[in-house]
């Protein structure tokens, strides 16, 4: 319980400047909160605050310290009133955005599910494939596929992402199967054609380091659902996500090849701006999320366009 006290009177006197203002926030004397204070860099071995007769300003490792506290805090008050007594019912508006093609598979059909539990929460659902900025465009969480870049979001992995490439069985039967990625100049390759999916090409294993193939062919679209319908039709080979193809590959529509050579798995992301209490909405839909995606089953016999 000290600890926690330590935590919250740190948090508070970062939050207001000044003990004199935590206190009065807390009902109780500044020397308490100071003593707290002191308490806690002594535990730690740090300097958290600077504190002079006119202000208190954070050290670096205060700041960083003080969204740590903030998250574990956010946490502990979600915990606790998601078990309340009498319980609280999630509510209001959860803006929601994913990729096209990811969205529209294993995203919105799970919307109707999550509303029907949280009859409070009405849910807007944008799907795009543009990179969305959650901050300035006002939404609550974002489902993202693949590496994630460098940013102050928090992310949530979800499930392991895996690219595989696959083909027909009447296209192997009548192409050939490859069997090293080098095989693949020689076959029919069904690519994106946006530029960034060019640079960085498809991605395999060779002695032991991910190297990216800058792959051509006949077809070529900027749609992943095309190329997956054009794959499954024996026109060639594809590079597709195990989200798109594991019924496909359970039901023997599709098969794999090359994946001696297959690339790290990479992963789907719930990712959301970092705040000091994220709202009870956001933290069902992500828990709810996890729950499905996590079950291995789910992305065998989820049904397929």
């Known amino acids: 319980m000290d600890k926690l006290k330590q935590l919250e009177s740190f948090v508070a006197v970062a939050a207001k400047g000044s003990l004199t203002a935590a206190a009065a926030a807390e009902g109780i004397a500044p020397a308490v909160v100071g003593r707290r204070i002191d308490a806690l860099e002594e535990r730690l071995g740090v300097k958290l605050l600077v ?3 006119r202000r208190i300003t954070l050290t670096h490792e205060g700041s960083a310290f003080l969204e740590d506290c903030q998250r574990l805090l956010a946490d502990l ?16 508006y959860l803006r ?32 795009s494939d543009r990179l969305v900025d959650i901050v300035n465009e006002g939404y609550d969480c974002a489902v993202r596929v ?41 076959h029919d390759c069904l690519t994106l054609s946006t530029e960034a999916s060019q640079t960085r090409g498809w991605a395999f294993t060779l002695d032991g380091e991910v190297n990216h193939l800058r792959l051509t062919g006949r077809l070529s679209c900027n749609d992943g659902q095309v190329l997956h319908d054009w794959c499954l039709a024996g026109l060639g080979l594809a590079w597709r996500s195990t989200w798109e193809v594991e019924s496909h590959l359970a039901s023997g529509d599709l098969v794999s090849v090359l994946d001696e050579y297959a690339a790290p798995p ?19 839909w992500v828990d709810h999320l996890k ?8 992305w065998k016999t989820v049904s397929t366009p």
Do not use: M, W
């Open 51 to 53: 504190r002079t007769t």
């Open 77 to 92: 008050a979600t915990a606790e009133a998601s078990v309340s007594a009498g319980g609280v019912k999630a509510s209001g």
């Open 96 to 127: 929601i955005t994913a990729p096209a093609g990811f969205g529209r598979r294993h995203v919105a059909p799970l919307v109707p599910g999550f509303v029907a539990q949280h009859p409070d929460v009405n849910v807007s659902l944008n799907l």
């Open 146 to 186: 693949g590496d994630l870049p460098e940013s102050s979001l928090v992310s949530v992995r979800l499930a392991d992402n895996r690219r595989l490439c696959v083909a027909s069985p009447s296209y192997l039967a009548r192409a050939g199967t490859p069997k090293h990625p080098n095989d693949l100049a020689q």
């Open 266 to 284: 990479n992963g789907i992301y719930a990712v959301f701006a970092q705040r000091k209490h994220l709202p009870l909405r956001v933290r069902l």
């Open 291 to 298: 729950q499905t995606y996590g079950d291995a089953a789910y």
